[in-house]
């Protein structure tokens, strides 16, 4: 079976050109509760957010689809699917681009972070169907991971947490060397560095877009807490230990820029919310970055800003999402674009105050 990289094909880094930004409708009434309108209007606030840079095409259940079109307006795109639930990061496609730009995808086996929920089988269908709309060339992997486990620095780098790859309840009776090989083979990357920890209750097992992402070649945000007492004390400090004594796949090494975790939120049932300035959305010429109402919002913002100059950063409150689980990075799948001349690379300047 030819792998991407057999074929050239691998994952562009997230500020790469997109052509579109994918994201799913919340319609799993057993996850959200009395929290499901709320969490659908702050799904419509970041589709529109996104909206300002780039298309965005919303799948929805087809009798959610006119709701979904009225919350979020003319400027995105609504389509019918069929589905379980909401995280398109998770269950949607990983694109890629070949070396003459041709689209490619990889379809991971989908299993709902360990049969976590259920059902999840139309889950596990709709990346094959969303490559086949695009018209995309698919890469079935012999793999269960989701696309939030992972992620590249469009030059040869993966980084990826350990705990949410090597683990039974996704890949029983696979090493991590075998899993490494798989994770390497379609994406198109040549180094993986493994972290040893996500986020204290995390229940994806600990997906990096949580805890740590490329922000330009040889260059890692990292979310870091002062707090000693705090459970996510012990994992981040290990994740700082092994990425400042590494180097990326092309020998360089990392440049740290530290990210505030939030204050602790809990989920209503006595456990944590997974809050992270880490799982943000990179547009064309935008970012939208999750805002908590904490104290630590604006120093979060101004990181970033400083972290993509030229792009407009758009803080968006995500708390009623974050009750289903996930953030801005969970919710969305960029769909890249092939390579343009530099005119036509969409940019933007970076306002302090331009806050949802």
């Known amino acids: 079976m030819r792998t991407p990289r057999d074929d050239g094909f691998r994952m562009p880094a997230e500020w790469a050109p997109h052509a579109r930004c994918w994201m799913a409708w919340p319609c799993r009434e057993s996850l959200w509760g009395d929290g499901l309108e709320a969490a659908r209007d702050g799904y419509a606030a970041v589709a529109k957010a996104i909206a300002e840079f780039e298309p965005v095409t919303m799948l929805a259940e087809p009798d959610c689809l006119t709701d979904a079109s009225v919350r979020c307006g003319s400027g995105v795109a609504c389509m019918p699917m069929e589905m379980d639930d909401s995280w398109m990061r998770d269950s949607g496609p990983t694109f890629l681009l070949g070396p003459d730009g041709a689209l490619a995808a990889v379809d991971w086996v989908f299993n709902a972070w360990g049969q976590r929920y259920r059902p999840y089988d139309r ?120 990425l400042r004594s590494t180097t990326d796949a092309v020998g360089r090494e990392l440049t740290l820029v530290p990210l505030p975790l939030p204050k602790a939120v809990e989920d209503g049932q006595g456990g944590r919310l997974s809050l992270s300035y880490a799982n943000f959305y990179v547009a064309n010429g935008g970012v939208i970055l999750p805002g908590f109402d904490d104290a630590a919002d604006d120093k979060a913002f101004d990181t970033v800003v400083e972290l993509f100059p030229g792009r407009r950063v758009v803080q968006v409150p995500v708390l009623d999402i974050l009750r289903g689980g996930g953030g801005i990075h969970c919710i969305t799948q960029q769909q890249p674009a092939p390579p343009a001349a530099p005119d036509e690379t969409a940019t933007g300047e970076a306002s302090p105050d331009d806050r949802a």
């Open 123 to 242: 889950d596990a269908a709709l990346a094959r169907q969303v490559i086949d709309y695009v018209g995309a060339k698919r890469y079935p992997a012999p793999l269960v991971t989701e696309g939030g486990a992972l992620h590249v620095d469009g030059e040869g780098t993966l980084l990826a947490v350990e705990s949410s790859l090597v683990n039974d309840n996704r890949n029983p009776g696979k090493s991590r060397d075998e899993i490494e090989a798989l994770l390497l083979a379609y994406t198109g990357c040549s180094k993986l560095i493994w972290l040893p920890g996500g986020l204290h209750a995390d229940e994806t097992d600990g997906h990096v877009d949580n805890v740590a992402c490329f922000t330009s070649p040889g260059v890692v945000a990292a979310v870091v807490t002062e707090d000693r007492e705090d459970p996510n004390w012990e994992a981040l400090q290990a994740n700082l230990e092994v």
